[in-house]
C-alpha cells in the first residue's frame, strides 16, 4: 500500500482482526483492478438482479461499481472482522459508543414506530420522546390551523428557524425538499452569524405574525444565541413588549435552563437529549420547522421512512444489508483506490440541500485520525463529500469525473415520478439521471471514438491523420467510473426518511471499518475557541502583543485600519 497520510505518516492497514481481511482487498484489488465493468455486464446477465436492492421502496443499484459476488465477499468479511454488527446492535441497545463523550447514540429510538422499548442506561427513552411529538403535534396543529396567535392576536404566516450545523442542515434541507407539501406557514432558516444572514430575512416580516424557533442542543452555541438576541430586540422594539416574547419564541433544547434564562417561557421549549447528536437530530424536536411547513402526519411518515430503514440495517445480513454496502463501497475506493472525495449527485431540485446535508453527515461523522481508543490511524477515513443537482453538474465539473485523472465515485438519486405536471422536462431529466451513469462507466475506445468521427463524418475537417488522432484521443473515455442509482418512486416524505436514513446508516458503517469515533466533533473546537479569544481584539481592531503570529496579527490590524478603527488605511 503506496501513499501517506497528511501528516506524512506511511499508510498501513488496520491493526488487529482487520488486517487479514484488508490485505486480501489489497490482493484482490489488483486481481481486478483492470477488469471492465461492462465486461462483468456482458458475461452475467444476472447481474443487475443480484447487485440491486430494494429497501423501503427505494430501488438501490450498486451493480455499476468495479465489483464481482468475491469483492462484496470480501467487504464484508472485513465489516464482519471490523465489529460493524457488535457495534451496531450496541447502538440499538443504547450503550455509550459514543466512547469520548461517554454517550448513547440513539437517534434511531427518535423513530422507533414499534412497540420495542429503547434503553439508555437501563430506562426506555420511548416514553419521553412519544411526549415530545405529541407535544410537537399540538402545538404544530395549533399555528397551522392559525390557533396560536401572536402577541397582538394575529396568525404566523412566517417562521424563522434560528441555528446553525446539526441544529439547521436537516431541517432546512427536508423542508426544501419536501416543498410540494408545505401548506403551512413560510419557513425561513438563520444560521450564519454574518449579521447580513438575519439582516435579509427579518427585512420584509411582520413582526406580529412572525415566530422564531431557536433551535440549539447546548443553547450556548455563539451564532444562534447572536441572532437569537438580534431577533428578540427587532420583536420587542415593533411590539414595545418584552412580554411578546412569549408568544413569538420557541426553543428546540436539550438544556431548558438555558431556555427559561434567555427568556423563553419552558413551556414553549420542545426538549431532547444528550443521547441525539447534532446531525442526526432531524428526527427529534429539531423537526419541527418540517412539522410547521408540511404538518406533523407528514413528519411522521419521515419518521416512518427512516425506521423502516433502521428495521433493515439491524435485521439484514451484512451481504444483503444495502446501507452496509453503500458504506462498505466507500471503503473500497477510498482506501483501495485512492479514491479522495465522493460526489453526491441528485436529479432533483428538491433535493439540492443534501449534498449540504451529507457533507456534515460524513464528514463530521468520519473526518477523524485517531481510533476509538486513541491511536493515531494509519489508513485514510473519511472522504471529501460534494455535490450539486443534475443536470446543472453535467455542464460544469462533469468533465472530471468522465475524463479526469482522479477517481470519483459518485451517488446519482431521481425520483420516477416527479411533484409537478411537467412530465416532458422529467423524461429529459430521468433520461440525464441514466445517460450519465452509464456514460461513467462504459466509456469510449479511442477505437469506438475515431469509428464515430469517421461515421459521422465529425472528423472530416481534419484530413490528416495525426490529427484525427488527437481528436479520437479527445474524445475518448476511460469509463469504469464507478456509480451508485438510487430511485425513489416519488420524492415523499417517507422516501426521504429511508433515503436519509440510508446514508446516515453507511456512514455508521464506515465509522466502524475505519474505527473512529462517529459520533464527536472535536476537530471544530480549536477554531470556536481562537475566535472567542479574537472578538474582543477584532473590535479593537490592535491584536493583542505576542497572541498571534505574524500572519494573524498583520490580517487583524490590516482589517482594523480598513474599518477605520485605527490609523492609516
Ligand atoms: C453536529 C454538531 C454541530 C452542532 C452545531 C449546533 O453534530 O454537533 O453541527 O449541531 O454546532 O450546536 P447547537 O445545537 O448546540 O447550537
Redesign the pocket.
Known sequence: MAGSLADGTPLAPPPGARAGAWRALEEHRRRIERVRVAELFAGDPGRFERLSFEVAGLLVDLSKHRVTDETLELLTALARAAGVEALRDAMFAGAPINLSEGRAVMHVALRNRSARPMLVDGQDVMPQVRAVLEQMRRFSDAVRAGEWRGFTGERVTDVINI?????HLGPQMAVRALRPYADGPRVRFVSNVDGAAIHDALRDLDPATTLFLI???????LE?MTNARTARAWLVAALGDEAAVARHFVALSTDLEAVSAFGIDPANAFAFWDWV???YSLWSAIGLPVALAVGFERFEDLLEGAHAVDEHFRSAPLARNVPVLMGLLNVWYGNFFGAETWAVLPYDESLALLPAYLQ?ASM?SNGKRVTREGEPVTWHTGPIVWGQPGTDGQHAFFQLLHQGTRLVPADFLVAARPQHPLTEHHDILVANFLAQTEALMTGRTPAEARARLAATGAGGATADAERLERLAAAKSFPGDRPTTSIVLPQLTPRALGSLLALYEHAIFTQGAVWDVNSFD?MG?ELGKELAAALVDEVRRGVPDEGAHDASTSGLLAAIGRMRGLTGGS
Open positions: 441555528g446553525i450545523g446539526g441544529s433551535a440549539s442542543k447546548t443553547f450556548t452555541t444562534t447528536g447534532g446531525r456534515q463530521e466533533q471544530v
